[in-house]
């Protein structure tokens, strides 16, 4: 009986350190992905009422502002789903010749491998970013070449839409939700899309409220604003 108790007890701390194996030590923010495939439109559906929400909490630069993103985290045996909600009445909307950075935008940043490393691989690390009205982010480092020279922003690996995409006028509007689709499965066929499965991550918001510059920039797990070359400062999303 000792013997079989012994075995046991030896096995759950095996599975207990591969799960803490998966997770990036260097970042305490964890999020928990439901399981469940969500309608990919702009908007948050009952469904999304499954998943754990965090606000962003890591201020990086600028004034404070309101505009923190509530997150929730998906997946289902394809995709990963992120939706975003942040509470934004001061929308950039006249302008958008300025850097990217410097007016209203969301980014999401993952690693397929929760990589530790200071720099992305250009395979399983990408950089995406949008504006509330459905405008990409075209900075040259921005979704970066994966698998053979091919673009993540590609309609076969990302599907993203806005609640305002189609309001690209609306500059009163309380708030606003992204909703982002990674086709994960076809940049790594290997990996595991089942309970336990760790990858990283991390939501930027960029905060326009002054209609000039950028006014606040806010993260979720990442305080260095590095994450955008960075993946050892993203957080960890556990797959539930």
């Known amino acids: 009986m000792k013997k079989v108790l012994s075995l046991v007890l030896a096995g759950l701390l095996t599975a ?11 970042n305490s923010h964890t999020i928990t992905a439901a399981y469940g495939t969500p309608v990919v439109d702009g908007q948050m559906d009952d469904i999304w009422n499954n998943a754990e929400m965090q606000v962003q909490d890591s201020f990086r630069s600028g004034t404070e502002t309101d505009a923190k993103a509530q997150i929730r985290v998906m997946y289902d045996d394809t995709y990963v789903y992120v939706l975003e909600y942040v509470p ?26 929760n990589s530790e490393a200071g720099s992305y691989d250009g395979v399983f690390d990408w950089w995406v970013g949008i504006t509330p009205y459905g405008v990409r982010n075209t900075d040259s480092n921005c979704a970066p070449l994966i698998g053979g020279g091919t673009d993540v922003n590609d309609a076969e690996y990302l599907t993203v839409h806005t609640s ?77």
């Open 88 to 113: 934004d009445n001061t929308l950039w909307t006249s302008d958008l010749t300025l850097a990217n950075y410097q007016y209203d935008t969301t980014e999401v940043c993952i690693s397929l491998t």
């Open 164 to 240: 305002l995409e189609n309001d690209p006028e609306n500059d009163t509007a309380e708030g606003y939700w992204v909703e982002w689709a990674f086709n994960v499965k076809a940049i790594d066929e290997e990996l595991v899309m089942d309970e336990g499965t760790t990858i990283g991550m991390e939501v930027s918001v960029n905060d326009n409220a002054e209609y000039n510059n950028r006014t606040m920039c806010m993260g979720w797990a990442d305080t260095t604003d590095g994450a955008s070359g960075n993946p050892s400062t993203f957080g960890n999303v556990v797959f539930g």
């Open 16 to 26: 207990s350190m591969a799960v803490v194996a998966n997770a990036n030590p260097s």
